[in-house]
């Protein structure tokens, strides 16, 4: 009857197809290796792609926060190469406008009294605005040798850049920013970097102040994947 034979049917191409999928298993197999492959790469790819562009989360960011190339600096603010190696970074912004961002971690050596104040006061301002901390920024690193008058230098930069003094007070005591400098010098020993500063471009990372056209071609580099 008509079921029975459709049933026949069915289970005939059923046979048909098991015996094609036999014939040709090596082709189907080596299908199957190069989808999976493909997607391997495809996965591959995003993830790299997602740790490049990364920014570390509560950190103020300078330029354009979409940029393909973040530099993470540590610094000391009383370390003249790191003075150094701020120019040259301000320098790649310029040139690459719009390409690069930056963003600061800290590393106060503890031979530098200064230095941990001015991270500081960095981090504090930053909390009441992201332009005003990088003022202070370029202020300090331009007027670095006047760190040996200690806070009351830093006051008066701060000041120059428009801060909430009274907050500003309040927040560079507080345990959040403290814990922030921790963290950061905690990250720069387990590198296990050799002094500061650190550059690192997207992944690239260079020690000390070196000469711009490094900074040139590890961010070439990095446009370029």
């Known amino acids: 009857d008509y079921p029975t034979k459709g049933l026949s049917v069915i289970l005939w191409n059923k046979k048909k197809v098991y015996r094609c999928i036999n014939k040709r298993r090596y082709i189907v197999l080596k299908l199957i290796k190069t989808f999976s492959l493909l997607l391997l ?30 530099i993470v600096e540590f610094t000391d603010f009383q370390c003249p190469y790191c003075s150094n190696g701020a120019r040259t970074v ?35 301002i930053a909390l009441q605005s992201p332009d005003k901390a990088w003022q202070f920024y370029d202020a300090v690193f331009a007027n670095a040798r006047q760190l040996v008058d200690g806070e009351e230098f830093l006051k008066a930069m701060a000041i120059s850049v428009g801060a909430d003094m009274s907050r500003l007070e309040k927040d560079a ?24 500063p650190v550059f690192i471009i997207n992944g690239k990372v260079l020690i000390g102040a070196q000469p711009p056209q490094k900074f040139i071609e590890a961010i070439d580099a990095a446009l370029k994947k």
């Open 173 to 196: 005591r507080s345990p959040e920013i403290y814990k922030k400098i921790a963290a950061d010098k905690q990250e720069f020993e387990q590198a296990k970097y050799d002094g500061v």
């Open 41 to 70: 790469l495809i996965l591959l790819a995003i993830a790299t792609t997602a740790c490049a562009s990364a920014k570390p989360e509560g950190r103020i960011i300078r330029g354009n926060p979409a940029a393909p190339v973040t």
């Open 90 to 124: 301000s320098a790649m912004m310029a040139k690459y406008e719009g390409k690069v961002n930056l963003v600061v971690k800290h590393y106060p050596l503890p031979f530098h009294p200064a230095a941990l104040p001015a991270a500081l006061y960095f981090e504090a």
